[in-house]
């Protein structure tokens, strides 16, 4: 498992050659007010108090993804929240990566997890999608599975209740607490991650 920072190196086919030092934080989510602040849209809420901690409050349409960006410690930090629908979200990644010059192992995607107890959030560096469209779409687009996840944890569905109707409604009450201490600890856990690496974020986040 490679540490962090890492030398940025030519990215896939189809991506780009022209790597800089920039890191990509992606939040996954939906577009439109129907989806806002639904589990699923997890991604998009935690890149939002990221850009509320640094003070951002300027995004451009780039890509097909709402884009900003934050000289931020000595590195740029580009935050982009996919436009397209979320089992498209790879097109927009990808067009951003290729944009601002990001290697995959500089880039770091957001979203919500059902085998992660809601509240609760883990740091991952690879591995296959589990079934999440999402992040499917990323490693079909990228070509590599090489790149950082921080999982918004949102449990399993209640009783008969099916996976789609889960994730796309927004928490009440108690879970409310829940969903949005989960959002406020991923958005940490990304600059965490980006200024101290994996194993000390894992310690500390998972």
């Known amino acids: 498992m490679p540490s962090w920072p890492l030398r940025t190196r030519a990215i896939g086919k189809g991506v780009g050659s022209d790597v800089t030092d920039a890191y990509l934080i992606a939040g996954l989510g939906n577009p439109g007010e129907e989806y806002a602040h ?3 849209n997890a991604g998009f809420d935690t890149v939002d108090r990221i850009a509320e901690e640094l003070g951002i409050n300027y995004w451009k349409n780039e890509g097909g993804a709402l884009v900003a960006t934050k000289e931020w410690r000595g590195r740029t930090l580009v935050l982009a929240k996919p436009q397209s629908f979320m089992n498209v979200s790879g097109g927009p990644v990808k067009k951003v990566m290729a944009a601002h010059g990001v290697a995959p192992d500089h880039l770091i995607v957001i979203h919500d997890e059902l085998d992660i107890p809601s509240g609760t959030i883990r740091v991952k560096f690879g591995g296959g999608h589990a079934g999440h469209n999402g992040l ?3 490693c079909d687009k990228t070509t590599t ?3 950082y996840r ?3 944890g949102i449990g399993r569905p209640p009783g008969r209740m099916s996976v789609s109707d889960w994730v796309l409604s927004r928490p009440r009450k108690e879970a409310e607490e829940e969903f949005e201490a989960a959002t406020a600890r991923g958005a940490e856990a990304a600059l965490h991650l980006i200024e101290n690496g994996l ?3 894992q310690q500390r986040y998972n």
């Open 150 to 152: 921080v999982r918004i």
């Open 145 to 147: 599975r090489d790149w």
């Open 199 to 201: 194993e000390a974020t």
């Open 136 to 138: 499917r779409s990323i």
């Open 38 to 40: 639904t589990r699923h």
